[in-house]
């Protein structure tokens, strides 16, 4: 299961971000295939990308003169929720697979959750309400609307729109100022961390996530428990990456639907829904 996630996260990576003319000569892919979005956290602003970040396209709506609903938006996340949930985050997101490598290298004493957890984990929510919404709309900068979540906070961004842009495009890199190291200030601290913590973007940060988390409980990939053959030896909690019980599994707003808990159950007795 291990592999399989792994090389679908690898060829989904690619082929989001497999625009190598943009990367090579430091331009963002601007074709019609930007006016769709792609489910996972796939920066708008990365050199390779050939789609656009669902959560961009809310704030670029938000952003708007006037208000407008962003119906297209929402109707995006509720097909991709309906059908996936956190699937997305586990699957098809390329920040999370840079996360998940990170987390394999094998330096320092491993943890699935930061002390304060239970407190920490409405971090994204509160990303979701007053960098995305609230700061899309009518926050910062003034009263003028701001991208906020893209401008201030996300990693992703950085990661593959800042730095591969920055280092094929001269012009750029000498208009590179205070903003830009303070966003490469919380890429390094969320990269280095991945490698101790499993997933802190995802588990404490991202607004993406917490969105296609309400879809959990009803989504139709699902893993499903077989409450009475389970023995109750807790594999499953120990296998999974988030320390979530044979209760919470696929129903709690944190499942990423990784399939570790149903690999490592004894008595086969967690398997994805069919």
Same mark, same amino acid.
């Given at each position: ?39 996972? &956290? ?50 098809? !997101?390329? *920040? ?23 407190? &920490? ?21 003034? *009263? ?8 201030? &906070? !996300? ?25 830009? *190291? ?35 409980? *009803? ?10 053959? !389970? ?44």
């Amino acid at each position: 299961m291990k592999r399989l996630r792994l090389a679908v996260q690898i060829i989904y990576t690619i082929l989001t971000n497999g625009y190598l003319y943009g990367f090579l000569n430091g331009r963002i892919y601007q074709g019609n295939l930007k006016y769709i979005c792609v489910p996972g &956290l796939n920066c708008y602003s990365c050199p390779g990308a050939v789609g656009s970040c669902p959560i961009g396209a809310l704030q670029a709506v938000l952003n708007e003169q006037g208000f407008r609903v962003p119906f297209a938006v929402i109707g995006f996340f509720f097909l991709f929720g309906s059908l996936l949930g956190r699937f997305v985050c586990g699957w098809l !997101c390329p *920040f999370g697979l840079v996360q998940d490598l990170l987390h394999k290298i094998p330096v320092f004493r491993k943890r699935k959750r930061l002390p304060f957890h239970h407190v &920490l984990k409405y971090g994204k929510y509160v990303v979701l309400a007053l960098l995305v919404c609230v700061g899309s709309m009518f926050l910062f900068s003034g *009263f003028a609307k701001v991208p906020a979540f893209c401008k201030y &906070l !996300c990693p992703s961004g950085t990661l593959f729109g800042a730095l591969p842009l920055l280092g094929a495009n001269g012009q750029l890199r000498s208009q590179a100022g205070l903003l830009f *190291f303070w966003k490469l200030g919380i890429l390094l601290v969320i990269l280095i961390l991945s490698v101790k913590v499993y997933r802190p973007f995802c588990q404490y940060l991202c607004p993406l996530g917490t969105v296609y988390g309400w879809f959990n409980r *009803f989504s139709l990939v699902q893993i499903h428990w077989e409450k009475e053959r !389970c023995s109750s030896c807790m594999a499953c909690k120990k296998a999974c990456p988030v320390d979530l019980s044979p209760e919470e599994i696929s129903v709690s707003t944190e499942c990423i639907r990784c399939g570790q808990c149903a690999a490592a159950c004894p008595e086969k007795c967690l398997h994805f829904k069919k």
